[in-house]
């Protein structure tokens, strides 16, 4: 039985990101964008795609699949097939015409994927100034979209082929899109209220005041910000009303928090914008949109930094923002004369991605490739029982 830590874990991680900086690097020599976004997308689709029972809702999407999905002419009337599964209703439908043309669960996976790594090229391609680092960032910052929240995905993917009528200010397409979407994941939902401002260019000295007050709810009042949240819960209803109540209560609200390494890398992150975000903006005014994800991306993490899952969700919605914002800041960052201000930034960058891969030391994160050596669904689980016992005990205390 394999160890519940080991450093080995993380070394298919490290050798990917490693491979994703060399292909960002040769795509900025080169400036061949086509050509190695799809060298990136081969890999991501083979990686990711090919992988065995990696993470941790393969427990509740394997079984699901294979015995409560059915296939769409198995006699059941639809409605019955429906009221089998779990899910939200636009995923229940996809996992329902996927069983019916392909029963087995690792081609489920691998064919989502494919969908998954399409619908990403597409976005990176159009906004991305680097499409092998904005695959890159997303397996650094998201990559349990992936693994793990596999209706989160598609309804985040859905969401971001809507940032385009946002930009051109066409709200039917926008809500239609956000629609669907929210029939995969009701998450989606929280991409409406954006429509209205994220379009619109943030004043510095705002910029300067939400970081600051930011800092303020991390180390001292981050449980003002759930309070809120528990208040407006009350007018909710339905499945949105059960998940706040659930979310709300896997808070630790009496944590007072200290610097770590997620903080550094916000904080980072933060200042970069800060600097950067003229810049960014007199270059390219649609660019307004990502900045404006990516201030509500950073704020989400230090307002809801007690409140790990609620943290995870909303957090990993919007961390689409770093994939598009961090090509563009390079390329302010490289305008500048002082040669130590850009080294050290492209410097510090490698460095965490290389650390971030290098701290999947968790039997949760260790790789398998079906190819080469899946285990089972059964032995996974008896694998993982240990780990999956501490987080749940961890998560109620």
């Known amino acids: 039985m394999s ?9 298919p991680w490290v050798i990917l990101a490693v491979i994703y900086l060399i292909l960002t690097i040769r795509e900025y020599a080169t400036e061949l964008h086509i050509k190695f976004g799809l060298v990136s997308s081969i890999i991501f689709l083979l990686f990711f795609g090919l992988r065995g029972f990696v993470g941790w809702d393969y427990a509740n999407y394997y079984p699901s699949y294979i015995y409560d999905a059915q296939s769409l002419f198995a006699p059941d ?3 019955t097939k429906m009221e089998a599964l779990e899910w939200d209703r636009g995923y229940s439908v996809y996992m329902l015409i996927c069983k019916t043309f392909f029963p087995d669960y690792h081609v489920f996976v691998f064919f989502s994927t494919l ?7 597409i976005f990176l391609k159009k906004h991305s100034l680097n499409i092998s680092l904005g695959f890159l960032l997303f397996i650094i910052f998201s990559s349990i979209l992936e693994i793990d929240t596999l209706r989160n995905i598609k309804s ?9 009528h946002i930009i051109n200010r066409n709200f039917i397409k926008f809500i239609v899109l956000v629609s669907i979407a929210s029939t995969f994941h009701y998450s989606a939902i929280l991409f409406l209220p954006t429509y209205f401002f994220v379009h ?3 004043p510095q000295t705002i910029l300067y005041f939400v970081f600051i007050i930011g800092n303020f709810f991390y180390f001292f009042s981050g449980f003002v910000f759930i309070n809120f949240f528990e208040k407006i819960s009350i007018y909710l209803s339905g499945i ?8 709300i209560q896997s808070g630790s609200y009496d944590i007072r928090h200290t610097l770590s390494f997620g903080f550094i890398e916000r904080t980072i992150t933060w200042i970069l914008l800060l600097i950067t975000n003229k810049k960014i903006y007199e270059k390219r005014v649609w660019a307004t949109v990502f900045i404006n994800f990516t201030v509500i991306y950073l704020s989400c993490y ?3 930094a007690n409140n790990e899952v609620i943290l995870t969700r909303i957090g990993l919605l919007f961390s689409f923002s770093y994939w598009i914002i961090y090509p563009m800041i390079f390329e302010i960052v490289n305008e500048y004369k002082i040669r130590i201000f850009r080294a050290g930034v492209i410097i ?50």
């Open 77 to 79: 009337s639809f409605s």
């Open 348 to 397: 510090y960058f490698v460095v965490y991605c290389l650390i971030r891969s290098g701290i999947k030391t968790s039997i949760m994160d260790k790789y398998e490739n079906i190819i080469f050596n899946t285990s089972d669904y059964e032995y996974k689980m008896i694998e993982t029982s240990a780990a999956r016992e501490n987080h749940n005990k961890t998560m109620l205390n």
């Open 200 to 202: 619109k260019r943030i």
């Open 115 to 121: 969908i998954d790594t399409v619908l990403l090229y």
């Open 302 to 304: 230090f307002l809801l």
């Open 156 to 164: 985040l993917l859905i969401c971001l082929l809507a940032i385009d």
């Open 3 to 11: 160890p519940e830590y080991s450093i080995s874990y993380a070394i």
């Open 240 to 247: 949105f009303l059960e998940k706040s109540e659930i979310y």
